[in-house]
């Protein structure tokens, strides 16, 4: 069995958690699959790809095209017709706040490349992602096509699964699951990395920056420097996670370099890695979504800046929808963090119990729904 994991690379740490995830829970339901990714979204080298387990889904034009179906695995790359499955790793790749990023001429290339995995007989899965909202033409074509063709199509969260029911109307094949990296749980030799909840973790976003209203822009390094100070003011050591890649990384120096003393500074750790530090921190607050799904599947005392919908809704899912942080209110933010770690009542603030559990069944259960898919 050929299963392309579509839509997740190492273009940042979110997307590579999602790949090794779905490779993950993929490989347990179909043990004999092989793992099929597109290089230009993998953002990483042929080669890179090859050393990581995966193979490279192949172009009409490839130099390759002589090589007989059977032969193509040994040359590490699968084509598009014999692609049974394919699973969509993306996201957030399907709502208005993405226009800039359609045209009619990429929504007809995304439907063309769809007719060819279709025409090879590829089931076709939206792993859960947010979505919406959709009002604008060429978000409302994309999602459309997408769902024309989609299997399965699993919403991440309760806003998102309204969008697409008011588009398309309540579907069999439109489904309701939370982030599924929540069940990856990797083993990672440096996970003592940091002495146990000795820790608060910061991870930044550039977006914050790009795609949130000038008020929350203009304010965002500003609120998170000055976080930071008060918490270290405080006595909280911070560690700075980088759980993107360069973009995000200009805003840690910036950060850093405006403290009073230095800072932990995590720049370079795969996603499995990340996720393991997360775990161990006693504190995370985060602008990346994974960064706060990483905290709250962890039972991580987790708060949240965010530029979408997704991050209230994933506090939400969690019981702990107050510890959404307003960037304009320094000191209401500062202070839920330091009543959260300094109440006598700590669990209240931390993500419950039965939460995390239910968050864990229904991901597997998704799993099983998908299982049960005719290949």
């Not at 083993?187 to 991870?203: H, N, Q």
């Not at 965002?220 to 003011?233: H, I, N, P, R, S």
């Not at 370099?257 to 996603?271: G, Q, R, S, T």
């Amino acid at each position: 069995m050929n299963i392309l994991i579509d839509h997740a690379g190492f273009i940042n740490k979110g997307a590579e958690l999602m790949l090794y995830a779905t490779r993950d829970s993929a490989s347990r339901l179909f043990p004999d699959a092989k793992f099929v990714i597109q290089e230009e979204i993998a953002a990483i080298p042929k080669d890179k790809i090859v050393k990581k387990r995966f193979h490279i889904l192949s172009h009409p034009k490839d130099k390759r095209r002589f090589i007989p179906d059977k032969y193509t695995h040994y040359a590490h790359f699968i084509r598009p017709r014999n692609i049974d499955l394919v699973l969509d790793a993306g996201g957030f790749q399907f709502s208005d706040q993405w226009i800039e990023a359609y045209t009619e001429e990429s929504n007809e290339m995304l439907r063309q490349y769809y007719s060819t995995l279709k025409s090879g007989g590829a089931k076709i899965v939206f792993l859960p992602q947010a979505l919406g909202p959709f009002t604008l033409p060429l978000a409302i074509e994309r999602i459309k096509d997408a769902y024309a063709v989609a299997d399965l199509f699993y919403a991440r969260e309760q806003t998102s699964y309204n969008h697409l029911c008011e588009l398309l109307g309540t579907q069999e094949k439109i489904r309701l699951c939370p982030d599924f990296t929540n069940i990856y749980k990797p083993s990672v030799p440096m996970a003592d990395l940091l002495p146990f909840k000795a820790y608060i973790g910061i991870i930044p976003n550039q977006k914050m920056v790009t795609h949130t209203p000038t008020n929350v822009s203009k304010s965002y390094l500003t609120f998170m420097v000055d976080l930071c100070k008060k918490l270290m003011g405080k006595g909280h050591p911070i560690v700075l996670i980088n759980h993107e890649g360069k973009g995000d990384q200009e805003i840690m120096r910036t950060i850093k370099d405006e403290l009073p003393k230095e800072v932990i500074y995590l720049n370079n750790l795969n996603a499995a890695e990340i996720k393991a530090v997360i775990g161990r921190l006693k504190a995370v607050v985060s602008s990346r979504f994974h960064g706060a799904a990483s905290g709250l599947a962890q039972r991580v005392l987790t708060f949240c800046t965010g530029w979408s919908h997704k991050y209230q809704e994933l506090l939400k899912d969690y019981g702990v929808e107050s510890n959404f942080l307003q960037v304009n209110d320094l000191h209401g933010s500062y202070q839920k963090i330091v009543q959260a770690m300094e109440s006598k009542d700590k669990e209240r603030f931390h993500p419950d119990r039965l939460a995390v559990s239910s968050q864990e069944q229904q991901v597997r259960q998704m799993w099983d729904e998908i299982s049960q898919l005719p290949l």
